[in-house]
C-alpha cells in the first residue's frame, strides 16, 4: 500500500529537481548579455521571415516589381535601405530574403543533423569494424572545404536554391558524426549504460534512450552554431549565382547584385550584407550562450 504514494512522491520530486535546474539555467543564462543578445536576434529575424508579408512595406518587392521612377533612392524614412536598380524597396527584400535563409538552415540541418548523429552514435557505440568504417569515411568528408564542395556541386547541377540546399546537406553530416562519436565513446562505459545492458536493454534502446539523451545538449548547441554558418554558405553560393536565382529575394544575390553600382549607391549592397552579419551574428551569440550555459565542449 505504501509504494504507490513512494512513487508518486519521487515523481514529484524529480519534477521540482528539474522545474529547479531549469531555473537556474534561465537565470545564469540571463546573466549573460550577449547570450540575451543573441536570442533577442534570432527572434528578430524568424519574426521578420514569418512576419514579412505583414512587415514589409513594400511586399510586392519581393517579385518581378519594377518602379523605374524610384530606382538608386537612397536610405530614408520612405525607403529605410534604400531601393535597388529597378526601384524596388532594399528593406522589405532583406525581410523575404530571410524566409530563404531560414529555409535553407531548416532543410540542410533537417537532413544532415539526424543522419549525422545517427552514424556517430553507431560508431562510437560499437567500435571495431563500425567505427573504422564510418569514421575513415567522415574524415575524408571533413578533409573537403564545405564551400568548395558545395560551388562543385551545384556548378555541375543547375544552379538553384533546391540544388544549393543539397548541396550543402551533403557535406554537413560529417561534423556531427565527429562530435556525437567523441560524445558517445566517453558514454559507452558509463555505469547507466552497464545497468541497461545487464538488464537486457536491446541495443536500439540504449542507443536512443540512454545514449542520444545525453547528448542532446551537445546537439542544441553545435545546431544553434551551425546555423549561422549554413547562412554564410548558402549566401556565398548566391553570391556566386549558384544558389537562389533572380528575382527571388536572397540576401546573397541582392549583395552580388548590388556590388555592381558600389561605390555611389553603397545601400544596394551593404544593407543586404548587415542583413546577412545580423542573423549570423545572432545565432552565435546565442550559440557561445548555450555552450556555457550547458558547460559542453563543441568544436
Avoid at 23 to 52: D, E, Q, S, T
Wanted: aromatic residues 10%; hydrophobic residues 55%.
Amino acid at each position: 500500500m505504501s509504494a504507490v504514494p513512494a512513487v508518486a512522491g519521487g515523481t514529484a520530486t524529480e519534477e521540482s529537481a528539474r522545474r529547479r535546474a531549469w531555473r537556474r539555467g534561465w537565470y545564469r543564462f540571463r546573466r549573460n548579455p550577449a547570450a540575451v543578445a543573441g536570442l533577442v536576434m534570432v527572434l528578430l529575424v524568424i519574426v521578420a521571415a514569418v512576419g514579412a508579408p505583414l512587415l514589409a512595406p513594400s511586399p510586392e518587392s519581393a517579385g518581378t516589381f519594377v518602379n523605374f521612377a524610384e530606382r538608386h533612392q537612397p536610405p530614408s524614412l520612405h525607403h529605410l535601405f534604400g531601393t535597388d536598380n529597378v526601384g524596388r524597396d532594399v528593406f522589405s527584400r532583406v525581410l523575404f530574403g530571410y524566409r530563404v535563409s531560414l529555409l535553407l538552415v531548416v532543410f540542410v540541418l533537417g537532413l544532415s543533423v539526424p543522419f549525422g548523429v545517427f552514424l556517430g552514435l553507431l560508431a562510437g557505440y560499437y567500435g571495431g569494424w563500425v567505427e573504422t568504417v564510418i569514421m575513415r569515411v567522415t574524415d575524408i568528408f571533413l578533409a573537403i572545404p564545405a564551400l568548395v564542395m558545395a560551388l562543385a556541386i551545384t556548378a555541375a547541377l543547375t544552379p538553384s536554391l533546391l540544388n544549393g540546399m543539397i548541396a550543402i546537406s551533403l557535406l554537413w553530416w560529417n561534423w556531427h558524426t565527429r562530435l556525437i562519436y567523441t560524445t558517445v565513446n566517453s558514454l559507452r562505459n558509463e555505469e547507466y549504460v552497464e545497468a541497461a545492458k545487464l538488464a537486457g536493454a536491446s541495443d536500439a534502446h540504449i542507443l536512443f534512450r540512454e545514449l542520444l539523451p545525453n547528448c542532446v545538449s551537445v546537439i542544441s548547441v553545435k545546431v544553434t552554431l551551425d546555423a549561422g554558418f549554413v547562412i554564410l554558405i548558402g549566401a556565398g553560393l548566391s553570391f556566386l549565382g549558384l544558389g537562389a536565382q533572380p528575382p527571388t529575394p536572397d540576401l546573397g544575390t541582392m549583395v552580388a547584385a548590388g556590388a555592381n553600382y558600389l561605390p555611389e549607391d553603397w545601400w544596394e549592397s551593404v544593407m543586404p550584407g548587415f542583413g546577412i552579419l545580423f542573423a549570423i551574428l545572432g545565432f552565435n551569440l546565442l550559440g557561445d550562450g548555450l555552450r556555457d550555459l550547458l558547460d559542453v565542449e563543441v568544436s
